[in-house]
């Protein structure tokens, strides 16, 4: 029976030096665009990486694809990148099916993703805050926002975020630590690995499904898998999401 494992990134597999267990013994996860170390593996998490391996084994990440290409862990199967808003087969080209399914509907949403965008970032320059503010774009689709920096300024963007969530049509935001996304509903992690199931499927009636993930945008498309992995130290765990 075919096992299949979806699996978020960071704070999962990887993690900053800062949020390693102190004095654990690691190794590199992840680099900067620079090609500097930025994010490491614990041996607990290389012996699970290890056993993902052996198996199936597709990254869902917030990562856009030249991100992605910085962690220090292979790929060889279909990717999840930019929260869901896309997915690429294992010769990292976009799914034809999955183009087809959200080509119009990112047309629709570009316009009001620039909308936000451009008004952020004028209240972020009138408010002085200490935030990024941008389009993640890639494979020339509009992704969705993000916005990092200090979680007591992303915390005035709230209204921002209100507006955007009450256009409907399952747009949402997700805030982790010092990042904020505001998601058009085609950036869904659950809805492209719901994709991806239904092609395994087609295959192997009988396949299982296990998922890993740390944060409460993961739990969507953890609740669609038979089995689930969660960090003991998470989003998850500190909210009482489970």
């Keep these: 029976m075919p096992i299949v494992l979806f699996s978020d990134i960071d704070d999962t597999l990887i993690q900053t030096k800062a949020k390693c267990p102190e004095g654990a013994a690691l190794e590199v996860g992840g680099f900067d665009k620079l090609g500097e170390p930025l994010s490491y593996i614990t041996e607990q998490q290389r012996k699970l990486i290890t056993q993902f391996e052996r198996h199936e084994f597709i990254p869902v990440t917030g990562r856009n694809k030249s991100a992605l290409d910085r ?21 990292d080209e976009l799914v034809a099916d999955w183009v087809a399914a959200i080509d119009e509907l990112s047309q629709v949403w570009q316009p009001i993703l620039e909308q936000f965008n451009a008004a952020i970032n004028d209240y972020i320059k009138a408010h002085e805050l200490s935030l990024r503010c941008h389009i993640i774009s ?59 199931q239904q092609h395994y499927l087609a295959l192997e009636p009988g396949t299982l ?19 689930s992995i969660i960090p003991g130290t998470s989003q998850i765990t500190q909210d009482k999401l489970i």
């Design 71 to 91: 962690v220090a862990i292979p790929f060889n199967s279909f990717k999840v990148v930019d929260h869901g808003a896309i997915v690429l087969n294992a010769n």
């Design 138 to 196: 890639d494979f020339d689709f509009p992704c969705y926002i993000s916005i990092k920096g200090e979680p007591e300024h992303l915390v005035r963007l709230k209204s921002f975020a209100e507006d955007f969530c009450s256009l409907g049509d399952n747009a949402r935001e997700h805030v982790n630590g010092h990042n904020m996304a505001l998601l058009p509903p085609y950036a869904c992690k659950k809805k492209a690995v719901e994709f991806l």
């Design 209 to 227: 499904f296990i998922a890993a993930g740390d944060s409460s945008s993961d739990l969507p498309y953890m609740n669609e898998c038979h089995f």
